[in-house]
Structures are given as C-alpha cells and as structure tokens.
C-alpha cells in the first residue's frame, strides 16, 4: 500500500466515523425534545437523551469502534519511516518489517479498553434475597404493577385454608405483551413517563421468585418456579385463550391473617380492591387532616395528635419518626417536622404523592426515603404547613420555642394560651396520688405565683404546703414550666424563691431559718437550720417570691403567715429536723411527716409496702406526743386511740359502764357493767 492509497483511506474513514457521530449526537438530541442549551435541561430531558443514548449506541457503536480502530491502524503505518515510499517491491519488504514490530509492540503497549455496566451471573443467581419475600412485600409490588398498568380494579382470591392457601391478583389493567420482561433483571416494558415520574425498577417480580407464580396476560400463560427466576431453568410461554386481558398472577401463600394483610396494602391504594368478592375499606391519607395544601406534586396534611394509625404497626415506628410517606398505598415512615404543645397535643404533617419524580424511594423495596434536596425543601415546607395549621385554631400552647420556630417560618401564630398546672408536693409513696388542675393566665381571680419542683427539696415542698393551708385558699400555686419561657406573660409571673421563718421560743429569744436563694443560680441555701427537733412559741412565716420588673430580678416577701410546724432540713434518719410551736395537735404533726417523708425500703428482706407505713405512721405518732404531751398526756392519747380501735367490740355489749382501774404496782382491771346488771371484772 502506498503512501497516497493510505491517505485516501485515511480521509474515507474519517469522514465516517464523523458522519456517525453527528448522528448519534442529533438523535440523542432529538429524544431529549428540550432546548439546544442544554445547561438548561431538566432531569427528564437528560433521562430521555441518556435512554436514546443507551440505543444509538447498540446501533451505531460497533461501527464506529471499528472505524477508530482502522484509523488508528492507518495513522501509525503513515508515520513509519521508509526509504522507497512509492517503490512497490520496497513497500513490500517495509511493511512486513513494520507489521513484525507492531506485533510485538501489542505484547507491551495494550489497545484502549471501553467498559461499561452489566449485571453479573451471581447477582441473577441471588435475585431472590434482593426482597424478604413476605406477604406484605409481594401485595405492595404487585399492587404498584397493577395500578401503572392503568387497571381501574383489582380482585384478589385467597382459597384453601393454613398452611395449604393460593392467592389469585387479578386487574384489568393492559396486560404484558411480553412475559420474558418478567424474568429479566432490571427490564420493564412502562411508557417513558412512568419511568420516569416513579422510578420504575423492573425487579419487583422478583418478590415472588421464592414461591414461585403462575402469570397469565393477554392470551399466554407461563409458570415462573425459582430456577426461572434464577437462570437456572427455561420456562415455557403457553397459548392460553381464557387468560385475562390485564394480569393475573397466582401462588401460594401460608400466611394465617393473609386477609387483614391485604387490608392493611389496599387501605391508601388509589384503586379499589375486592378481597374474596367483598369491597376492601379503603381511605386517602388526607381524610383525618386538620390542614392540606399541594406543592410540587405533593399532597403535605397536617394531622393533629395521634398518627400511629397511618401504619400497619405502630413498632415500625422509631421515637424520630414523625412523618409517613404515601407512595400510591405503600406507607413509608421517616424523621418529619412536628410540634408538640404544652398539655401533649402533637402536630404532624406527611406527604401523598401525587407526581413527584424527585421524591426518590431506595430500591428495590422502597422501604426507605432517599435523603436529597426535594425531600429537605419538602420536610421544610411540611414544617410551615404545621404551623398554619395551628394559626387558624382558636388558641394554642405552643413552647416559646416553637413560637419562635414559627415566626422565622412566617407564621404569625398569635399569644398562646398559657394553662398552668396546680403545684402539689410530690409524693414518695404511691397510696396518695397527686391530683392537678388547670390554671389560665388572665381567667383567674387570685394571683398566681411559681414553684418550680426541680429546684425544691421534699423540706422546702412541706414547708411551702404547710404555708399554703395557712392562706385559706388565697394563694394560688401553679407548677412552672420552662417551656412557657419567653412569652412576655409568663415570665412576669412572681416565682417562689423560698419561705424565711422567725421562731420566738419560750426563753424570748428569736431564731431566723433562711430557707430561700439568692438568685435562680444559687443553690447554696443559707440558714441556721439544725436538725434537732424542738418545740417552740411562735413561728412566723415570710413568703419570699423573686419577678423580674425593668429587666432585672426583684426579690421581696409576698405574704406573712404564722404557722404550726416548719421543717429546717433532712437529716440522716426517719424524721427530718424541725420546730413545732406547742398549741399543734400531735396528730397534724404527725400527719404531716408521714405525707411528706415517708419512703418505703425495696429490699428483698424488707417489710410489706403497708407493714411499712403503718410502722412509721406509729413513730411519727409517738415522736409528736413525746415532744408536744405531758407523760400522762401522751398516755391518755393512747389509750384512747386504742379504745377506739376496739369500739366495734364495745357496740356488742349493749348498754352498760366500763371502768379501767390502775393500783400502784398492781396490774389495771376492767369492769363491765351491763344494763342487766350482771358484772364482769378483768385483769388487764
């Protein structure tokens, strides 16, 4: 070959090889059916250039490879040296000399290697571990084929009984020209749209390659088994005249509630469903919404309070999961937006898709949301949905937070209404249960000031009760709750700081127990608390309450209040430290320790919970006796506690006397009169 042969040849080969290139490129670009810029496309238009991309080049590559492949070959015998260019018999000889070293330089220097993706034997052979082949999972898939197939109804058959059943979908949707698609990984035979607008996957018949199916469509009937699905095994595609013109599919199923499985698919699927011949209940997810609006083809509603109900088990529902998805009737939970109000009330939104191709569900059993930007802008908006919601009820009780969450959103949610609970002390045992009721700023007559239980001990919280009964009900205590902070209502609201106490004893001497802090930070309490227990005249009690006035904290005495009892600090035994003015009943004293420090031991060798209490009910009993009594005082109360423990038994002897007599160094005795006037004498 000459010099000009090769040339020429050259030239031919490149005018083709661009001549084909032109057209794949005008073809692609054809498909796409978008503007010539195509920094402008949109995902479809790149999704249908790369689809007509994937078919120009089966048709057209293994030409123009090819053609490269013969260019190159020409490009490097132009560039080789030789000596008689045009001279037949030297051309000869050079380029068998040529050939000989191009040969050997292929042992060093390897041609260009083009690769691209393709589904290996063992991903065939383990297709059916792709899906967990359950009943649920099989329902959800055959139930999207249907309703892309454009069926407007679907019947489903469960006959025979555990463990031996058969279940029969059958739609009316346009059937399956081609039943090879159903065994071939990733292939499906959907229009472009729904390719696109769902992200159909072609995999979903896979589900049942465990069980294996019998397919029947539009006049054909194959039955699928594993080895089918596998590659393993060829099934057999049978003339079949009776077979539906949409799909049916049969196999067997040993699933003992196979029935409220099919309820719990059909109940968000947009088309109706007959189980056994019987009209499936079937709802939209927006049907309990407080609130719905569209954006970008999203249905967002809003649902106020419990929304476990969206899903078959509430248990497939992790603490972060407040929003569910409805994919065409396939429910999907993820983290969501929600807002919850001060008295539980709980505020969700969640999405139904309408048309939303960048909704992306993880394949192939779309049991998971793909975390992409539509789904944050969709979370975001979802987020403001909820707090429009709340704007058009009458009132709210949203934390400050949330207030504060919405207003960056633009939703003006307006002043909440604050209700308060009614502070109680908190009980350390279970038999007297705390009881609260509602407050709400603005309604009530009396001014209500804070307590906040984290910041008091049980000494503190008996104290305040104590001061609280002295009031005759003029003081009203509501329980503080921080997520009411920053509402300008609230935070005016005085709070309790502590109660500061003045004891005068019977010596005339005056003793103060500080029991309150210096400010919200300090919990340094600075007193002359003692921990002994000591009976004394008087006890003046200062309620001291802390509210901020100018953006500062002012600390004053709200009330001032003689009281029976006050408590000055916990001690290492039963009964904390106290004083107790000596006009107190023993048995207000007593009541008081048993209601405010009791605690029952857990031990395994301890006593019962009732054992307990009734023991240190009786302590508590005899510590206020011994302390506010004379001996025969305290002796006298208990033998009349006693007696009255005995008047059932007393009732049963009638009419009559009974007199206790008590000798020096004798044992007492007892006589019983009776009206019929017979006498009984007993030695006690």
């Known amino acids: 070959m000459t010099t000009d042969m090769i040339t020429a040849r050259l030239t031919g080969h490149r005018n083709r090889l661009s001549h084909l290139e032109d057209i794949f490129v005008a073809s692609c670009e054809r498909a796409a059916r978008a503007c010539p810029n195509k920094a402008a496309w949109n995902r479809p238009a790149w999704h249908r250039y790369l689809h007509a991309a994937e078919a120009e080049e089966r048709r057209l590559g293994p030409e123009i490879r090819h053609l490269q492949g013969e260019i190159a070959h020409l490009e490097a015998l132009a560039a080789h040296p030789r000596s008689a260019r045009n001279s037949p018999t030297s051309f000869a000889m050079e380029r068998n000399s040529f050939m000989s070293q191009a040969f050997a330089r292929t042992t060093t220097t390897a041609p260009i290697q083009r690769i691209r993706g393709t589904i290996g034997s063992k991903v065939l052979a383990k297709s059916p571990e792709l899906f967990n082949q359950s009943l649920e999972t099989i329902l959800t898939e055959t139930l999207q084929n249907a309703r892309r197939a454009g069926a407007t109804s679907v019947d489903i058959e469960i006959i025979g009984t555990t463990p031996n059943m058969t279940m029969t979908i059958r739609d009316n949707g346009h059937g399956i020209t081609n039943l090879a698609v159903l065994v071939t990984f990733g292939a499906s035979s959907w229009d472009e749209y729904t390719d696109v607008a769902e992200n159909a996957a072609g995999m979903g018949m896979f589900s049942l390659a465990s069980r294996g199916v019998t397919v029947r469509s539009r006049g054909h009937k194959v039955t699928l088994s594993r080895e089918v699905f596998t590659g393993n095994a060829d099934a057999a595609v049978l003339p079949d005249p009776d077979a539906p013109a949409g799909t049916e599919l049969m196999f067997p199923i040993t699933e003992e509630h196979a029935a409220?499985?099919?309820?719990?698919?059909?109940?968000?699927?947009?088309?109706?469903?007959?189980?056994?011949?019987?009209?499936?209940?079937?709802?939209?997810?927006?049907?309990k919404a407080v609130y719905t609006i569209e954006w970008q083809g999203l249905r967002i509603a809003v649902i106020r309070g419990d929304f476990s109900y969206l899903v078959p088990s509430a248990s497939t529902l992790s603490r972060h999961?407040?929003?569910?998805?409805?994919?065409?009737?396939?429910?999907?939970?993820?983290?969501?937006?929600?807002?919850?109000?001060?008295?539980?009330?709980?505020?969700?939104?969640?999405?139904?898709?309408?048309?939303?191709?960048?909704?992306?569900?993880?394949?192939?059993?779309?049991?998971?949301?793909?975390?992409?930007?539509?789904?944050?802008?969709?979370?975001?908006?979802?987020?403001?949905?909820?707090?429009?919601?709340?704007?058009?009820?009458?009132?709210?009780?949203l934390p400050f937070s949330n207030f504060e969450s919405a207003r960056q959103l633009g939703v003006d949610l307006g002043e909440p209404r604050i209700a308060l609970q009614r502070w109680v002390v908190r009980r350390q045992h279970r038999h007297w249960p705390s009881f609260s009721t509602d407050y709400i700023l603005g309604n009530h007559a009396n001014e209500i000031v804070l307590a906040d239980p984290q910041t008091m001990d049980p000494v503190e919280e008996a104290n305040l009760e104590t001061f609280r009964d002295k009031t005759n009900?003029?003081?009203?205590?509501?329980?503080?709750?921080?997520?009411?902070?920053?509402?300008?209502?609230?935070?005016?609201?005085?709070?309790?700081?502590?109660?500061?106490?003045?004891?005068?004893?019977?010596?005339?001497?005056?003793?103060?127990?500080?029991?309150?802090t210096a400010s919200p930070d300090d919990d340094d309490k600075d007193s002359a608390n003692s921990d002994a227990q000591d009976v004394v005249d008087s006890i003046t009690a200062h309620l001291v309450v802390r509210q901020r006035r100018t953006n500062r904290l002012v600390q004053n005495v709200l009330l001032t209040h003689q009281i029976p009892f006050?408590?000055?600090?916990?001690?290492?035994?039963?009964?904390?430290?106290?004083?107790?003015?000596?006009?107190?009943?023993?048995?207000?004293?007593?009541?008081?320790?048993?209601?405010n420090f009791f605690h029952a031991s857990d031990d395994a060798e301890a006593d019962s919970h009732e054992t307990q209490l009734e023991a240190y009910a009786a302590d508590a009993l005899d510590l206020a006796r011994s302390l506010l009594l004379t001996a025969r005082e305290a002796a006298i109360a208990l033998?009349?506690?006693?007696?009255?423990?005995?008047?059932?038994?007393?009732?049963?002897?009638?009419?009559?006397?009974?007199?206790?007599?008590?000798?020096?160094?004798?044992?007492?005795?007892?006589l019983v009169q009776g009206s019929d006037g017979a006498d009984t004498t007993t030695t006690l």
């Open 566 to 595: 006050f408590f000055t600090c916990p001690t290492d035994t039963d009964f904390p430290g106290f004083v107790v003015t000596k006009s107190t009943n023993p048995t207000f004293l007593a009541d008081a320790l048993v209601l």
């Open 639 to 670: 033998i009349v506690e006693n007696l009255r423990s005995a008047t059932w038994a007393l009732r049963r002897l009638g009419e009559g006397t009974v007199t206790i007599t008590i000798r020096q160094g004798r044992p007492p005795e007892m």
């Open 260 to 287: 409220n499985l099919v309820r719990q698919a059909a109940r968000f699927y947009p088309v109706p469903v007959r189980l056994n011949e019987s009209q499936v209940p079937q709802e939209c997810l927006t049907d």
């Open 321 to 397: 999961c407040k929003m569910v998805i409805n994919f065409f009737g396939h429910l999907v939970a993820t983290s969501g937006p929600h807002a919850e109000e001060v008295d539980g009330k709980l505020w969700t939104a969640h999405l139904d898709v309408v048309s939303a191709p960048d909704l992306q569900l993880v394949l192939p059993t779309r049991n998971q949301v793909i975390e992409n930007n539509f789904l944050r802008a969709a979370r975001q908006r979802a987020h403001r949905a909820i707090y429009e919601a709340i704007a058009l009820q009458e009132h709210h009780q």
């Open 473 to 516: 009900n003029t003081l009203t205590i509501a329980k503080a709750e921080p997520r009411f902070d920053g509402y300008q209502e609230y935070d005016a609201l005085p709070r309790i700081a502590g109660i500061n106490t003045e004891v005068r004893g019977s010596d005339g001497q005056s003793t103060i127990y500080n029991r309150t």
